[in-house]
């Protein structure tokens, strides 16, 4: 378990709203953003919070519970930015 929260949230930019995914372990925390940035197509945006409550201009969040749900979540938005 983490120590504290690492989301990786993924936005379309100039869009409002964003997913969201609140890592379970550090190697996630580690793995995840690079494994999302290597699949991830131009007009997408890649970020870590530790706390999404106070980066309003990512609102608002949708939260997603599972690691490969999110990064299916992330491959629709790769879709939509194109």
């Given amino acids: 378990m983490l120590e504290k929260n690492i989301y ?21 925390a580690r ?5 999302l940035e290597a699949i991830r197509a131009e007009g997408v945006q890649i970020v870590i919070l530790d706390s999404p409550d106070i980066y309003a201009e990512y609102a608002p969040y949708t939260y997603v519970e599972g690691m490969k749900d999110f990064i299916d979540r992330v491959s629709l938005l790769n879709r939509e930015a194109a």
């Fill in 31 to 35: 793995c995840l953003p690079g494994v």
């Fill in 8 to 28: 990786v949230v993924a936005k379309v930019f100039d869009r409002q709203g964003c997913i969201a995914y609140r890592c379970k372990t550090v190697n996630e």
